[in-house]
């Protein structure tokens, strides 16, 4: 599992001065009162609790903006540690039910949104050609090469 | 200045004493002292071997100066601590002998042997002997050296106009010296002018700075060039030969500021003095106390270009006549012994972080900005108004670290923001007390004498710190700011509303010191700033001899420090002008002009421009700017080129001294003075215990350091050869590592072409605090010599060995062609 | 110019309009585009956050199919271009990244090498060809449209991956955000209107995530109070995410407030092909939300 930590030089979260321009930047911390960048990088790195973040439901609030990450001034890749805590969250089953939907989703169908009647109607309506499936018994199997199983059935 | 050569002394058979200590248990706790010493009675040359307690001691000096007379010694040997700790120590107990200071060698059998082999007392003993044995075949081989005086001229050259420069030319001047202040603007008073009061005394800042400036510009013994600039600097303490070029006034020294001209003038431009808050004339005074107190014209906004007068408005308005068009930029040249530069800094374009509005928004201004505002002489005469409406902000707010502390900006803390702030808002409350001042923060930094008092006499007038930098500024039609960000303190949101922001602004080394920096070859630290000496030891000395260096520009600083640096400056260089002389180290290179072939291969390496081929073309060392790198020796080809004290040979001989048994049990390493033999020392220090199969060579530089010394090693049947010294960038002698680098990546090549186990050779940057690298090496080094076999040992030899032969062969002809040259 | 589409998951099931859009304004400025059989890019936000190495086999995979036929990739949402060009990325650099994937992909007779671009419909139009040819075309300009853009963070962040091929490469820290739709409205005739906080989030990951609409839709709102108070006519949009969080944020905005000013959304395709000259049926502008009367009323003025 340190494969996605592999990506992040561990040291530089060290060097979180816990100025708040993360926090003070983020869109989800706005609205969310549980969910706070700064906060994570204190309690995950500098304060050891690793396991009460990854327990959190907050944490699934992040929706990637990487603003936090662009405007830290020590260039700590903050996005990166949420994506990596929210991986290992997934895989102890700390996982929001509308994303193991639609991963589910993309296991079958290839896509990560549903068709429906409709979709194939407004499309030949519109002189579109026909949705066509990606080979989704190939992209199952990649996904389950890659370890997908880890976290959502995959068969 | 050529260094005279000596007449060779009478050769005299060298009469070497061996003295080993036990450092109480430090090293004959490890190793059997009694044993090595026994062992150095039985080599060549050696007539007196001794072990004691502390050699060092009275007792133990007094020893050595009783056996030197007694028995005739002219070489001593010292096996004991580290030659960074006690060489000047035995020098001097030598020289007292009456021996020359440098017939010294130390063999270093306690950072280097006894603290980092605790555990193997046989084998800690037997790396004692070879470390003896070395030491001894050195000492044969010591000359004795002499150090030099050159004369210095007693004039300074200081660079900058600031606080700094005026403090230190003001203390040379006083002391009698004769001191060239060259400025580039047209005032002197840099950055300290601009400010409005000073923390923590909230003293007016120009009027203490003004009497200084004011004394600078009549003081006899200073020449002050405003409006100058240095174009070249060349040469070595002591004599420095300094070009600048003035740039073209247009107002003649008969000005006497009194103004009509300005009055008259139509052009306009902002006001660099009010970082453009106000406006000024093309010809203007740059504020109202500059030194010297004349106008200038500033031409690329005059109507009047490339000699074609159409206004002369200044002109007729003038009555003293004092304007002249025909003013042109000269240069000039002039001879100092020493160079101080205070080139000082500039301030962080807040425009770099667009999230703060800074030249979006109207009402964010810097700090530097509102000095200008508060400061009674300024544009707004003293008040602080919002530029949108010029209305007085009922609310502002300070954000902190704008410009410093981040990877993005500049990494370092700029020293002097938070106490200027905190100086700044008990301005506002002084002026305004209903204003609300609100200052956002990741930590206040009141360090110095007075600064916590400021600090609280800020925070019970009510001045609020909050923690948490916002992430952005918004800006309201009403010109009013919204900040956006976290109270860290309280693991709350705040998303408040303020009339004016200003931005805590960073320092950064002024653009100007950049043309400064090549003329002296100064390092930079990694801040950007200008690198001292010493950090600890040698705060306003620059690693050139003669060169200070004194205010922000070795670093940011609050003016206390700019003045001190100052004055330090100013002793140290006192002490190389007082005298009118200064002695030069012996350690210097020398060219047997017999030898040398012209190449020039040594004047492309050396960093001091020390070395130059003269008419003859014959390679030529000035004794005064040579450092002693001996990065030009291993450089030549020739062998032209002896390094004074560190000659090859004795190199040879302290190689061939422990190969002489089981060499390819060994491994050879070459420790650099400056950094990595202090990082080998630095692993005895922390007992950091490695494998005893090395020995090491001091040189100065690892430049030093020539593939013929790892060649003749390779096919003496040494196991493995490690080179190491200071990293990239860190250098004592600048930049001669990187011919280290080199050199080490050709014999890399010449071991793949000879089929030779490439690994043999490796190469290390320590530095002096990175005992644990060289451990770390040393036993990985010892991992991989557990496999090497005798038949890559001895292919070794034979390809190296047969490289050696044609070497020589090489450079006997070589010489026999230079002969017949020399004779014809 | 020949390109392979990337429509993604979004745009051909829920807005197929905004795949009419893409075709057409192809097809009037000769970019000949190519259909592979792509699957979800997989989103940067969904799937990279479950399982890192899932995410980044499947986007190689596609890369993979694009590569094979030798073709760049266009794409038409800022998700897809940031998860394909961040794959990119990781995989030209991380050795041990790319033997992991690489293992995967040969299993299935793939072989990953990087060498493709990827950009977004808005880089390829910004190019100062096809502003020229949107410039001298006057089917229908949107002269005295006064409109705003948002990118979506996806498209412009990390600067130092995304820039890249926006920008001439550039990154200037003075402007953190980009220009590309700016040009190509500006060629179209329209008039462009900042507003605060232009960098900021729309929301949308939040509501997908975790099903928290409530609070998705309120960091939405912050941004539509601001272009409101800007005064735009009309937002453009660089993706189909952001567009359903502005286009349904406005209607459920207006629920709780019935004095708010909606304004129409489109995205970037939309907007060109109508200017070009495709007709709003076929583009089935119908199926926003938010009437688009703005652009009739421009035609007629």
Known sequence: MSRTLDLYDREDYYCCLQCAICTGSCPSAQVVHGFNPREFILRYILNGEQDEVLAMESIWCCTTCQVCQERCPHDIRITGLLIHIMNLAARKGNLPECLRKGIKLLVETGWFVPTTDRSYRVRQGLGLKPLKRPDTQEISEILREAGLDEVVDTL | MDHEDHLPQEYEEPRIGVYVCHCGLNIGGSLDCEAVAMHAMNLDNVVYTEHQLYTCSEPGQEKIKKDIAEHNLNRIVVAACSPRMHEPTFRSCIKAAGLNQYLLEMANIREHCSWVHLHDREAATEKAKDLVRMSVARARLLEPQEEIDIPVIQKALVIGGGVAGIQTALDLADAGYEVNLVEKEPSIGGRMAQIDKTFPTMDCSICILAPKMAEAGRHPNIRLMTLTEVTSINGYVGNFTVSVMHNARYVTSDCSACGDCSNVCPQFAPNEFDIGLAARKAIYLPFAQAVPSKYLIDMNLCLNKDGVQVCEKCVEACERKCINFNDTRSEETFRVGTIVVCTGVDVFDASEIPQYQYRRAPNVITSLEFERMINAGGPTHGHLIRPSDHRIPKSVAFIQCVGSRSNKTNPYCSNVCCMNTIKDSLLIKEHWPDTEIKVFYIDIRAFGKGFEDLFQRAKRLGVQFIRGLPGEIVQLNSGNLRLIGEMTLMDRLYNMETEMVILSIGLKPSIGSDVVRKFLTMSLTSDGFFMVAHPKLRPVDTTSRGVFLAGCAEGPKDIKESVTQASAAAARANIIMNRGKITVEAITARVQEDLCTGCGACTKVCPYNAIYLNQN?????????????????????????????????????????????????????????????????????????????????????????????????????????????????????????????KRYNQVQKIMEHGGLDQERLQLVWVSASEGQIFQEKVNEMKRKLKNLSMDEIKRGMLFFGQREKKRQERLTRARQKLAIKIQA | MKMALFTGCIIPIRYPGMEVATRYLARKLNIDLVDLKFSCCPSPSGLKEVHFDAWLALAARNLCLTEEKGLDVMTLCAGCTNTLRETTHILTGDEKKRLFVHDILGRHGKNFRGSMEIFHLADILARDEYLDRMESSHARPLRGLKIGTHYGCHYFRPASLMASMMQNGEFDPHFPLPETMELILEALGAEIVTYNRQDLCCGAALNINTGMADESFAITREKIVWMNDAGIDALAVACPTCFNQFDSGQVLLRRIDKSVRCFPVFHIAELVAYALGCEPQALNLRAHKIPISILDALTNA
């Open chain 2, 617 to 741: 073309k014959r390679a030529v060392v000035i004794d005064a700017a040579c450092a002693g790198c001996g990065t030009c020796s291993a450089e030549c080809q020739y062998g032209a080129i002896i390094m004074r004290h560190f000659t090859d040979d004795q190199i040879m001989a302290q190689i061939d001294a422990f190969t002489e048994h089981e060499p390819e049990k060994k491994i050879l390493a070459f420790n650099c003075n400056w950094c990595s033999y202090a990082g080998a020392d630095f692993a005895g220090i922390g007992r950091m215990q490695y494998s005893p199969e090395v020995r090491i060579i001091r040189t100065m530089c690892s430049g030093r350091v020539s593939s013929r010394f790892v060649e003749y090693a390779f096919a003496r049947g040494v196991a493995m050869v490690l080179i190491s010294g200071c990293h990239i960038g860190d250098c004592h002698y600048i930049d001669t590592n990187t011919y280290t680098e």
